[in-house]
Each structure stands twice: as C-alpha cells, then as structure tokens.
C-alpha cells in the first residue's frame, strides 16, 4: 500500500483485520469532488481494529480490537497517519465488534461474551481503564449461531438518552437508559423481542427518529420498529427481505444505512455480495425492495453514507477493498465511482 501526502480536508479511516492480511487503521483524504480515497498512512499496532468511532473534537479515533481479550484504543489522527494513544484499555469482554459514543463514555458490543461494556472517555479523548460490564442473557433457535447472547452493535437514540444493544445471539434489542440519576453509565432500561432465528445485527434511525430499522444477518430480513424516546420503547410493526424472491445463493446480511432525507435505505449483503436498495414510503412502516446491485467486491462487512448523503462506501472484506458509489438522488441506486484496495477491510467512518 503507498501512502500520499497532502493538505488535510475531509478524512475517511478504514478498519481492517490485522489477523487476516490488514494493515489495522488506515488512514486516507477524500476527494470532495469524486468522493476518491487516497492512503496517507496507516497504524498496525492495535490487532484486529474492526469497527471504528471518531471521539467529539475531531482529533481522536477509537477502535474495537476485535479479539478474544477485547480492548479499545485510541489514536490521534492530526497527522498523516494515525498515532497511537497510550496503551489500549480492556473491556471484560470477548470479541468486541462495534463501539459507539454514549453518555460520556465509549460503549463497545462484546459479541464473543453476549455484553456490553462502557468505559468514561477521559478529557484528552482516550478511555478510562474502569468499563461498567452489562451482560445479556438469552438464547435463539439456531444452535451454532445462538446458543447464547452476542450483542453486534451499540447505537445511540437520536435524542442521546438511550442507548440501544443489538444481540444476534438472543434475537432482541436491548434498550439502556443514559440519563438515569445517579451516573451516566448506561442503565437497563427494557428489551424487545424480534423473530425468532433473524439473528439482528445492526440498525439504523430514521432521520425522523420515530422508527429503527433492524437488520438480520442469520435471515436477510429487515425488521421495521418504531421508536418512543420518551418511554424508551421499540416495538417491531413488520418488515421486509433485503433480497429478492426465489434468491437461492446464502445472504447473510451486514450493514445497514437511512438517507438524510428519509426516503431511501440500503443493506450491504454478504454471499449475494450486493447491495440492496430500499424505498421508503411516508408512513415510514412499509420499506420496498427496488433492486439490488453489486457490491463491487467480495464480502461487503460494512457499508456507510458521507457526511452528504451523496455516497455510500462499502467494505469488502475478503476481496480486500472498498469501492464508493454514487446515489442518485431520484432512484437511490448506487453507480459504482471507484475502488481503494485495502486488505481485510471491515469499516469505513469519516472525520
């Protein structure tokens, strides 16, 4: 991989498994015109950063280390290439996939132990060697995939009083509340229960924030939820296949992403390797299948907008590359723009 250099604009950071050929946190410039991506550097010291969160100030990244220990570390990404922060910190728990900022605190998904772990983010952006440990408890009817709890995801309400824990292992939703007294630690709220055997992996709000839109992995479904902030409640209302119908090749759907304007959703789509496009209708309750096109690569891990909501950015893991796509802003098709090859690729986010 070579790296540019150049002034600093807008910024992607690329995620990457370090166990399976990545060179860990990568680092590029988009060009705001094409929405390209250029490698200015990259860090290999932290193993597996699978997903990754931009810290509030801009000057540092957090990254999952998605291994059987579990930890986050934190970089400082002014420079060219991202620098290590200091040691990463532990989180009692296993195989941690996904992390998000809650609360004061940086909140990771600890798939391999069924939990989720907070840990208060100090002033300078790093973690504090202090996680509170939620454990879920649960089960689902696939015997090697949900012998027990394995939360995927952790993400924000809109609001930023709630913080909710996606379990594929349990085939729930776990609802933590943010502004209980006493602390600002996430606190159990609630959990809802969606079909047995969908295995939910991530979800995304609508810009709205009275709906959530579950993805599953184990069945390519998308579950529709709507959501009360103010009772902390998400109740499913229906849903919908992120594939054709008659598809015969095995889907196990990842990632998940809403336009800004509501009317559009996309789900990146492993085994078919596509993504799958979604409209939305006014109600918000009944999303519609309008195609699906191919991801550009092998694998698709994740899938995110731009800040603009003009591009999607795709990560495909085992081809080991990210392409970029155009949406029209009248369909929400994706034209295929351009592609970065990045090994063991798993996320891309932006500061």
């Known amino acids: 991989m070579t790296y540019a250099a150049g002034a600093r604009g807008r910024r992607a950071f690329i995620?990457?498994?370090?166990?399976?050929?990545?060179?860990?946190?990568?680092a590029a410039d988009v060009d705001p015109g094409t929405g390209a991506l250029t490698v200015t550097g990259?860090?290999?010291?932290?193993?597996?950063?699978?997903?990754?969160?931009?810290?509030?100030?801009?000057?540092?990244?957090?990254?999952?280390?998605?291994?059987?220990?579990?930890?986050v570390a934190a970089f400082d990404i002014r420079g060219a290439a991202p620098r290590l922060l200091g040691d990463p910190v532990a989180v009692r728990g296993a195989g941690p996939t996904h992390l998000a900022l809650a609360g004061g605190h940086v909140v990771t998904a600890n798939y391999g132990s069924g939990s989720v772990s907070a840990l208060p983010l100090r002033a300078d952006g790093r973690p504090d060697a202090a996680p509170v440990v939620l454990r879920h408890e649960g089960s689902g009817p696939d015997p090697e995939r949900q012998s027990g709890p394995h939360a995927h995801q952790v993400v924000p309400d809109p609001t930023g009083r709630r913080l909710l824990a996606v379990d594929l292992g349990t085939d729930s939703v776990y609802v933590y509340?943010?502004?209980?007294?006493?602390?600002?630690?996430?606190?159990?709220?609630?959990?809802?229960?969606?079909?047995?055997?969908?295995?939910?992996?991530?979800?995304?709000?609508?810009?709205?924030?009275?709906?959530?839109?579950?993805?599953?992995?184990?069945?390519?479904?998308?579950?529709v939820c709507r959501?009360?902030?103010?009772?902390?409640?998400?109740?499913?209302?229906?849903?919908?296949?992120?594939?054709?119908?008659?598809?015969?090749?095995?889907?196990?759907?990842?990632?998940?992403?809403?336009?800004?304007?509501?009317?559009?959703?996309?789900?990146?789509?492993?085994?078919?390797?596509?993504?799958?496009?979604?409209?939305?209708?006014?109600?918000?309750?009944?999303?519609?299948?309008?195609?699906?096109?191919p991801c550009g690569g092998h694998w698709p891990r994740d899938l995110t907008l731009d800040p603009e909501g003009r591009r999607l950015y795709v990560a495909n893991e085992r081809s080991g590359d990210v392409t970029w796509f155009d949406l029209d802003p009248t369909t929400g098709i994706p034209r295929r723009a351009g592609m970065l090859p990045c090994p063991a690729a798993s996320c891309v986010v932006f500061a």
Do not use: M, N
């Not at 010291?45 to 998605?66: I, K, N, Q």
């Not at 209302?237 to 559009?264: L, M, Q, W």
């Open 177 to 223: 509340a943010l502004d209980a007294p006493g602390g600002d630690a996430p606190v159990p709220h609630g959990r809802t229960a969606l079909p047995p055997g969908t295995g939910p992996r991530h979800l995304a709000f609508h810009p709205a924030g009275s709906h959530a839109y579950v993805l599953g992995e184990l069945e390519p479904t998308i579950t």
């Open 42 to 71: 990259a860090a290999g010291d932290v193993a597996d950063p699978s997903f990754l969160a931009p810290a509030p100030g801009g000057a540092v990244l957090l990254a999952v280390s998605e291994t059987e220990e579990g930890a």
């Open 15 to 26: 995620g990457s498994f370090t166990s399976a050929g990545g060179h860990g946190v990568v």
């Open 227 to 293: 959501w009360d902030a103010d009772t902390g409640v998400l109740a499913p209302v229906g849903g919908t296949r992120a594939v054709p119908a008659g598809a015969v090749t095995p889907s196990y759907p990842s990632g998940i992403a809403v336009s800004p304007d509501g009317r559009f959703l996309w789900a990146a789509v492993r085994g078919d390797d596509s993504i799958a496009v979604l409209a939305l209708d006014d109600t918000r309750e009944k999303p519609a299948l309008v195609t699906t096109v």
